[in-house]
């Protein structure tokens, strides 16, 4: 039987490549598994032991995958975090995290040492990627210790925090297991089993998304468990992501919707001069994709994309390319494990219809916001917890998600909701990119603004207003039709697809 797990395929098979770093180096199994052994070995002479954190603010590189499986097979909680956070953010997510090493990259020096001040984080812990004042080398770390496995060897965890889109962000963290990190986790497994993925089989992972996003590292680290190659793309282009697909005949991905559009939006001759038949699985998620970029993507790429919705907290909904078809704009079925359920404010199930909060539970398993018992309490109902967005079932079980309770829009006491109207006004060939939100209004409560991002060679103002208007008034009913309509060079999302529209809003409504 084939060996699984970084370590039993070092051992199995020690040249096979485990990792192409974006700098285009292979970094082979036996390679990843000595660095991950020597960092480990490194952190426990530190003093870090099972339950203790580290925290890493590294770019897509091979040193933020080893370090990730240092952490995992010594038992420590990785706290991957978003390098375009600032200082005094970097700083909370330290303190509040309790955080026993902190490592980060050149490129993000000013915001690492900030944030490292104003923690009050001691030197000794802190470790470099290149030159940062006040850091220590990160090969320095473990290069005193005798060669070998660390001492004691015990599965790790993510210690996730959530995107922080409203307020503070909080950490996830779940009761650590004690299994062998050795072991290719069952889990594991399972996930990629939802999409059709086996151990080896001759795949191939393409990242072009941060490492600092959840479900991103999970895909990676995951198919290097299962003997996949990870190719790491730094930032991600359209033109080279298709090249990267042809050179290491890429099977899988993980991808969002702001990257599909920006593939249709390469000119034609450009989006046909690369073989792309090597393409099995192309799993999207982490925002709502347009029906109209999502029926382009299949005529093009055929029936390999997959669409998923899932939660940091756990569980979730996929939904296979025949599944869409059959279901224009469902998210899917629940896994297998997985509860969904459409409740209403009362916490009573609604009939398949009728949209209420979309309330999620992964088996048995649980979690606590870390310092926060009442966001946990408000989350729930019983067992299943929310993410505050709306939805609803159909009849046969399909989840088909409407939008974010908090970016609802009541307009004379209607329920709109914005992630509608941008699907629609997104169809548009001079719409990049849009967001829709409510402002307050004397008599109606809200009306609805839109923002948007126009297509290369469309020029904003009123003629391009009075057009996407009159498009989306063929599409949509008039109450749903923004009043107005401002313009801007490029919206707040983060490279993962998310959009900041908090950040958007406090432009318009006051404070």
């Known amino acids: 039987m084939t060996a699984l797990g970084l370590w039993g395929i070092a051992a199995d098979e020690p040249d096979r490549t485990a990792v192409v770093d974006p700098d285009g180096r292979s970094v082979t199994y036996g390679e990843l598994a000595a660095m991950a052994d020597r960092y480990g070995r490194g952190l426990q002479a530190m003093g870090l032991g099972p339950g203790d954190a580290v925290v890493l603010m590294l770019p897509n590189g091979v040193e933020m995958v080893a370090l990730h499986f240092a952490a995992q097979q010594t038992g420590l909680y990785t706290v991957a975090v978003n390098w375009h956070l600032v200082g005094p953010e970097v700083a909370y ?5 309790g955080a026993k090493a902190y490592f980060a990259h050149e490129r993000f020096a000013d915001v690492a040492v900030a944030a490292a001040e104003e923690a009050g984080f001691p030197e000794p812990g802190r470790f470099a990627v290149g030159d940062v004042p006040g850091f220590r080398p990160l090969a320095d770390l473990g290069a005193a210790e005798p060669a070998g496995r660390p001492d004691v060897r015990t599965l790790g965890a993510p210690m996730l925090y959530t995107s922080g889109t409203t307020g503070r962000p909080k950490g996830v963290r779940r ?13 594991a497994l399972w996930f990629f089993g939802i999409f059709g993925l086996a151990p080896h089989d001759g795949h191939v992972h393409l990242c072009g998304s941060p490492l600092y996003h959840t479900a991103v590292l999970n895909f990676v680290t995951i198919s290097v468990q299962l003997g996949h190659t990870a190719v790491l793309m730094d930032r991600w282009d359209p033109a080279e992501m298709l090249r990267l697909v042809e050179r290491h005949r890429v099977t899988h991905s993980h991808m969002v919707p702001t990257q599909f559009v920006r593939l249709l939006a390469l000119p034609e001759r450009e989006r046909t001069r690369y073989d792309l038949s090597s393409l099995r699985t192309m799993i999207h998620g982490a925002a709502p994709c347009p029906q109209e970029v999502k029926r382009r993507m299949l005529d093009w790429w055929g029936p390999v994309i997959t669409e998923y919705y899932a939660a940091t907290e756990g569980g979730g909904t996929t939904a296979t390319a025949e599944d869409w078809l ?106 990049a990119d849009v967001a829709v939100f409510g402002v307050p209004h004397p008599e109606r409560g809200e009306e609805i603004k839109a923002v948007v991002q126009p297509a290369d060679g469309a020029e904003p103002g009123d003629a391009l207003t009075a057009e996407l208007l009159e498009f989306a008034g063929t599409r949509l009913a008039r109450f749903k039709l923004p009043r107005s309509i401002d313009y801007v060079d490029a ?13 958007l809003r406090e432009q318009y409504v006051p404070a």
Do not use: Q
């Not at 629940?334 to 199930?349: A, F, I, N, Q």
């Not at 310092?371 to 019983?382: I, P, Q």
């Open 326 to 431: 059959r279901k224009p704009g469902t998210v899917g079925l629940p896994w297998p494990g997985s509860v969904v359920k459409v409740l209403d404010e009362r916490g009573e199930e609604l009939p398949p219809g009728e949209p209420g909060l979309v309330y999620l539970r992964m088996g048995t398993s649980t979690f606590s916001y870390h310092r926060d018992e009442a966001k946990t309490r408000a989350a729930r109902v019983g067992d299943l917890f929310t993410l505050g967005d709306v939805g609803h079932l159909d009849t046969d079980g399909y989840l088909f998600l409407h939008d974010r309770k908090a970016d609802m829009i009541i307009v004379n006491g209607v329920n709109v909701y914005p992630a509608e109207i941008e699907g629609e006004l997104a169809a548009h060939p001079k719409v």
């Open 93 to 97: 997510i330290l303190a509040d995290s």
């Open 175 to 187: 009761p650590l297991t004690g299994a062998d990190p050795d072991d290719a986790p069952g889990t």
């Open 491 to 503: 919206l707040p999302r983060d490279p993962n697809g998310k959009l900041y529209k908090r950040k």
